[in-house]
């Protein structure tokens, strides 16, 4: 079966990379951003990656559209290829979910050698055994690094995760800020800084925000605690 590859974008970008794909042997489907809007309705199964191109679009489309894809619980590594991309663009993109990010114009072979390793990677991911902490409705994959709440993704920025991870490796234990900051941020002394606050906060509105069941919690002279009451 070939490799299939979804590309999202229109324009002489989308046609010259659709035809370096298709002369490698790829499987190659195309859809524009205005598509987007009804993604629940199309089957996105069987896809091994998809390729969203920014070719005179606002970079706001370009996260829109990898949180459309993240909130469907799409698990292919997701491309992104942009013209006059600035180092803080790609940090926000990898951020938003993207797995990797190249500026435009594309090199073929570049490409050709970041998508077999995109390829490579999930493909030895998904042939392990998935690695899951469940927390109520609350799902953290260990080794894809995506987490959902009653099916719906949650895109986090790295460090978000990297803490509500922690908070669910130690569910119903209260963390003191000291040893958060040790374990998520790596500082090895007691340092007089907020930064644990400021992400529980953020945390908070994207993990119980609107929901019922509250699942972070505030440990009184303590810290914090993953749990349901």
Not at 17 to 22: A, R
Not at 53 to 69: A, M, R, V, Y
Not at 155 to 169: I, S
């Amino acid at each position: 079966m070939k490799t299939s590859i979804l590309l999202v974008g229109t324009g002489e970008l989308v046609s010259s990379t659709q035809g370096i794909l298709c002369a490698e042997g790829y499987q190659v489907e195309q859809m524009e951003w205005t598509d987007l809007n009804r993604l629940s309705e199309l089957t996105l199964t069987n896809l091994n990656m998809i390729i969203l191109i920014n070719e005179g679009c606002h970079e706001d489309t370009l996260k829109n559209g990898l949180e459309s894809f993240l909130h469907i619980g799409v698990t292919s590594p997701l491309l992104v290829i942009t013209p006059k991309i600035s180092p803080e663009l790609i940090v926000e993109l990898l951020d938003y979910g993207a797995n990797d990010v190249m500026e435009a114009p594309i090199h073929g072979k570049v490409m050709m050698a970041r998508i077999r390793n995109l390829l490579r990677v999930f493909s030895y991911t998904s042939q392990e055994d998935e690695e899951v902490i469940v927390v109520h409705d609350l799902k953290v994959n260990l080794r894809s690094r995506r987490v959902s709440r009653a099916g719906e993704y949650l895109v986090l920025t790295p460090k978000e995760y990297e803490l509500l991870e922690f908070l669910a490796r130690h569910v119903n234990e209260a963390c003191p800020r000291s040893v958060i900051l040790r374990e998520v941020w790596g500082y090895d002394f007691a340092m007089d800084t907020n930064v644990v606050d400021v992400y529980i906060k953020h945390l908070r509105v994207k993990v119980d925000k609107g929901r019922s069941i509250k699942l972070i919690h505030t440990v009184r002279g303590v810290g914090y605690m993953l749990h349901t009451q």
